[in-house]
């Protein structure tokens, strides 16, 4: 008797470490791990029994796209061929260094039984896959399909000049350029003669419920404007020899608009139109160009306790050179648009 409870006993405890060796087993295949690296921008991650392969959701990678994809990265960074290869290259180094073995979350969670999804790779450290690619200039956002984020990543590689942006040699050993933009914010110096033109447009029936203007006591409403003025001196020293080069200096304002009204977040980015010079100059020569934008206007009604906006909200600008088509110049600085909301504000009291 006494050997049969000891059996029992011995089963039973063995039946427990069996269990809780299982139950670690299930517990380490609650995350997924990167077990293959297919190409620069998919990989195969598993958890479990289920294996799904995941593609960088919203950019496009050099030696890991088609044709027209490979024609839109040498269009928008304008690298060379031995540049795209490289970056092709460390692009697929990257990825696995990042992510090769190594436990990952995906975002979206792919749905049971899926075997293939375009989504962000996330690592254990917190890394994502894809803004590490675009900080490093080793991809490109894509045009319709990618974050607003990515594009402020792709930005800041931009103006590091890294991977895919890096400057031509020849263009810097041609052209010197200097830039100075100044965007100010101020009110209307004949205010005292403007009048309330199309306030109506305030009384959008799809943005804001309110009267129609015969009906409203506009006399007591709150309403500000202020003028946004964007100017740009650009300096362009050409070194010899004397060859002739067609140049075009291209700036705009990066803003976001409403051109009807609505709450701030009712403002979208939109893609202004550039203001250019066109430039004939030779080499050795000191080529000063200067833009000033169309005076963009933001305006602000309160009515009934609501504020409504319509117009611009300028967050920056950008910069670009061509020389005979090929840009040799591009800058993008972006900023708070906290001083233009701030300066509308303040001169609720005053305008009007």
Sequence with gaps: MKNIVFKYFLFAACGVFLAGCGSDKSKDSTSWKCVKVFSQNKVLCQKGKQAVAVTLAGLLVPGAT?????????????????????????????????????????????????????????????????????????????????????SRYQSRAMNLER??????????????????????????????????????RFHSPDLIRAPLLEDADTSKEEKSFVLINCKAAISIKIKPPPKEYELTVMFRPLARVN???????????????WEEEFINAKGGDYIKAELEYEILELNLVTRSGTKVYSGYIVEGYELKILANEETIFRKTEEYSDKEVLDKLEKSEAVFF
């Design 259 to 273: 051109i009807y009204s609505g709450p701030l977040d009712s403002f979208k980015k939109d893609d202004l139109k």
């Design 66 to 150: 088609d044709l027209k994809g490979k024609d839109y990265i040498f269009e928008s960074s304008l690298c060379s061929s031995s540049v795209y290869e490289k970056c092709s290259k460390e692009a697929l180094e990257c990825v696995a260094e990042l992510a090769l073995n190594q436990p990952v979350k995906i975002v979206p969670e792919p749905a049971p039984g899926a075997k293939k999804l375009a989504a962000q790779v996330i690592t254990s450290r917190g890394s994502d896959v894809a803004k590490t690619l675009l900080l490093e200039g080793l991809a490109i956002a894509e045009k319709t399909n990618s974050p607003g984020s990515y």
């Design 163 to 200: 991977g895919l942006w890096k400057s031509s040699k020849m263009h810097g050993d041609i052209f010197a350029v200097k830039s100075n933009v100044e965007i100010t914010v101020g009110k209307d110096k004949d205010q005292k003669k403007r009048t309330v033109k199309g306030l109506r």
